[in-house]
């Protein structure tokens, strides 16, 4: 018992609890059944004892399964790096240029983002990945962007069985006629394999070709998008802050020449800021290497100026004109508003007829902001945000006076 207690803590069952999730579950299961049906199909197919190329072919589906395992399970567990509660920086006076978190109770650290899904500020935030059920940041990234290679690469091997599984079995099978294809699926080899490739055989192969190739295809491009940014030393919250700091110069035509602090000028140098030989990142999370002409807080003036900005923008208002009833995918609001629900786990808010609601951000089809509350609700700390359909509401005069208020109140 006491070596069993010297490995599970309460801490780590909490994290076990991870793995009750969607994410994970259809993660796992798509592992779970690539990886055993081309075992399966590589005993038909391929027999590993008969030849050097069929244990070979053996050994490395065995190793995808494990390096893809390992890699996924660590970024789940090992997690992103959290920010201490309460932290704040040594030299008080850089605390001006910092968000402050009232969840966390502390200062925002440079590079990091409060998670409403974790409920803390995570290090070097990238997104919150639901596959994971976990954020991706500063001590997992590696794992991460590692498992979005194996993945792809595994399932490529997988495919490959699985095609000419299905080819060999089914060769002397088929008998072709001037207009039709039979597929007579009783026929017998002369070499019996282990294991028959029957009807569900064939079904069940076909079935995890279609989850191999849509996998590859899936995380392959999650793949170069991650690759994307780590070359730059970014993030892909970063690429969208830099990406509003451009706008924010030239809608404002200040004149700045807005440097991304972290990229050091290599992508060698960059990719090295990640990917480590004792697969620990560089830094502990709090500090970075910078750009020559930048420092420490160049990143976080610039959110504090965008944040700023965000303030006067928002400050036109929406009423809503139509109900909404928070659906994810709402049918009774158009095709175009069904098939382009945004694809994030970031809430839907309910909406009635005369509700008003401070947007900050859209697409085409939907809207993102604050439902304005009323004055019991902001005093009890309570906030209401999340998408809702763009043909609810339409645009409104407001009290400006009001806005000011319920923007100072929000929570982070």
Same mark, same amino acid.
């Given at each position: ?7 599970? !803590? ?30 399966? *199909? ?19 589906? #065995? ?59 995570? @290090? ?12 991706? $940041? ?56 282990? @294991? ?13 070709? $279609?989850?191999?190739? $849509? ?5 392959? @491009? ?7 940014? #780590? ?15 451009? *706008? ?6 200040? $004149? ?19 990917? !480590? ?45 139509? *109900? ?35 947007? !900050? ?16 609700? @902001? ?28 923007? *100072?109140?929000?929570?982070?």
């Amino acid at each position: 018992m006491n070596f069993l207690s010297t490995f599970v !803590t309460f801490e780590n069952l909490h994290e076990v609890r991870r793995l009750c999730h969607w994410g994970p579950v259809i993660a796992l299961s798509v592992i779970a059944i690539c990886s055993t049906m081309s075992i399966l *199909d590589s005993i038909i197919w391929y027999w590993p004892l008969d030849t050097t190329g069929g244990s070979i072919n053996f050994i490395m589906l #065995i190793n995808w399964t494990v390096l893809i395992l390992y890699n996924y399970f660590n970024a789940m567990f090992v997690g992103p790096g959290y920010i201490p509660l309460g932290w704040k920086p040594e030299n008080q006076q850089d605390s001006q240029y910092l968000q402050y978190c009232r969840v966390c109770q502390g200062y925002k650290a440079p590079r990091s983002h409060h998670c409403r899904k974790c409920n803390r500020c995570v @290090m070097k935030m990238d997104h919150h990945c639901p596959w994971i059920n976990n954020c991706c $940041g500063h001590t997992n990234h590696a794992y991460f962007t590692s498992f979005l290679l194996l993945a792809p690469l595994g399932c490529s091997h997988a495919a490959i069985i699985f095609i000419m599984t299905m080819y060999t079995q089914l060769y002397e099978r088929i008998s072709f006629g001037w207009s039709t294809v039979k597929i007579d699926m009783s026929a017998v080899r002369q070499f019996q394999p282990l @294991m028959p490739f029957s009807v569900p055989a064939f079904a069940a192969t076909l079935f995890a070709l $279609g989850l191999a190739l $849509g996998t590859t295809i899936a995380v392959g @491009m999650l793949f170069f998008i991650q690759m994307k940014v #780590i070359l730059r030393n970014k993030t892909s919250i970063e690429s969208w802050i830099e990406e509003k700091a451009k *706008d924010r110069i030239q809608h404002y035509q200040t $004149g700045e020449d807005f440097i991304f602090p972290y990229d050091l000028g290599s992508r060698w140098l960059n990719f090295k800021q990640v990917f !480590t030989w004792s697969g620990t990142p560089k830094g502990d999370g709090l500090e970075w290497p910078v750009h020559p002409k930048c420092h420490q807080y160049t990143l976080t003036i610039e959110q504090l100026k965008q944040k700023a900005d965000k303030r006067v923008r928002s400050q036109v208002q929406y009423r809503a004109v139509e *109900d909404y009833n928070g659906a994810c995918c709402p049918l009774n609001k158009g095709l175009q508003t069904f098939f382009r629900t945004p694809c994030t786990e970031e809430p839907r808010i309910p909406l009635s007829k005369g509700d008003t609601i401070l947007a !900050t951000r859209g697409t085409k089809w939907w809207m993102y902001g604050d439902k304005v509350l009323s004055e019991e609700q @902001m005093r009890a700390g309570e906030r209401i945000r999340g998408w809702f359909p763009r043909r609810c509401v339409e645009k409104c005069h407001y009290d400006t006076a009001a806005s000011d208020s319920t923007s *100072d109140k929000k929570v982070n």
